[in-house]
């Protein structure tokens, strides 16, 4: 694996989530392998689980790891090909990223997006700009697009609970993504990763619910089963329900309908089939997801967040392999 930016570094995804429930069980099996390695984590906005996470995973390899909150520590850094530098950016990024490329062996990203301006957003320029000028690999720890790492994550966690409680023979999980309220415009990313990792994966039955207006980029949910706005129809039977808001995409970056009863219940719970619950986290209790459903038996968020440290090994494992 040369970089990891989207689903499509990936050439086998059970293969990739094999390998990090190997490392779940036995986490220093690979102790040596990033000897004398150094890994960057860049941050652009806030993390608490991909933060640590890939630290802890990078550590269980043997690598150094040195995060950099360039958001508050850093030179505001311009993007902007030929951009006339004479405004509130200090530094280029075809200036700090080749440094950068010195310093470490990988480098990770987090950025998100303005939503402010689609086109921008999408040509995905803060990550595609330090792929082109770092010269060594690149991890996105979420983009402006997409969050490979948690879908990553997810979709061990599913598999993980399908070993641990197996459906009949010969049946595929229903597993539906759920629009949810929320009190701020929030990205798209783990709605548009969740969909192409579990549409890449295809072994489920994928169904998404959202309301009028809230539709995904169709490049990313292009292969579900059903999109439909009736929430209800949607859960009918589900066995994993991922709960994730997410703001307009098509008038873009706005919350237009925020209605109350799309908050996942454990009224709504009832109409699936025992379900497991996701989220990505941070979530906001009782606007997303009610206390009932979170602290009950079906969640599967505390769990899943800890799969993120075996995620983020796997990864920077196949990097590291590959870079030999
Ligand atoms: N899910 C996730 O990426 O969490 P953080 O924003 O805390 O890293």
Not at 34 to 43: A, P, S, V
Not at 76 to 84: D, K, T
Not at 182 to 196: E, G, R
Request: aromatic letters at 10%; glycine letters at 4%.
């Amino acid at each position: 694996m040369k970089q990891f930016i989207s689903v499509h570094d990936v050439t086998d995804i059970n293969a990739l989530a094999a390998k990090a429930l190997a490392y779940k069980a036995d986490p220093l099996a690979d102790h040596q392998l990033g000897w004398n390695k150094r890994i960057g984590l860049l941050f652009l906005n806030p993390s608490l689980r991909t933060r640590l996470s890939t630290q802890i995973g990078a550590r269980n390899l043997g690598m150094e790891a040195i995060v950099f909150n360039v958001d508050k520590e850093g030179w505001a850094l311009e993007f902007e090909e030929g951009a006339i530098m004479s405004g509130n950016t200090v530094e280029h990024v075809k200036d700090a990223a080749p440094i950068l490329g010195q310093y470490f062996d990988i480098l990770c990203i987090r950025t998100f997006p303005s939503l402010k301006n689609r086109e921008d957003d999408y040509s995905e320029m803060f990550i595609n700009q330090f792929i082109k000028y770092a010269g060594v690999p690149v991890v996105s720890l979420e983009s402006a697009t997409l969050h490979p790492l948690q879908s990553l994550t997810d979709i061990i966690t599913i598999r993980e609970s399908l070993l641990a409680s197996p459906l009949p023979a010969g049946k595929k999980p229903k597993i539906v993504l759920t629009w949810a309220p929320h009190i701020k415009p929030l990205p798209q990313c783990v709605a548009n990763s969740f969909s192409q990792w579990i549409n890449a994966w295809g072994e489920a039955e994928f169904v998404i619910t959202h309301p009028q207006d809230y539709e995904l980029d169709e490049k990313f949910t292009k292969g579900a089963t059903i999109i439909t706005e009736d929430q209800d129809a949607a859960l009918k039977d589900a066995d994993f329900v991922y709960v994730k808001n997410w703001s307009t995409y098509t008038d873009y970056g706005k919350i237009y309908e925020n209605d109350p009863a799309w908050m996942l219940t454990e009224e709504k719970l009832a109409l699936t089939n025992q379900a497991k619950v996701m989220h990505c986290l941070p979530v906001r209790r009782n606007v997303e997801l009610s206390d009932e459903v979170l602290d009950s038996q079906h969640s599967l968020v505390t769990r899943q967040a800890g799969n993120r440290v075996w995620a983020a090994q796997a990864v920077l494992s196949e990097i590291l392999k590959s870079s030999y």
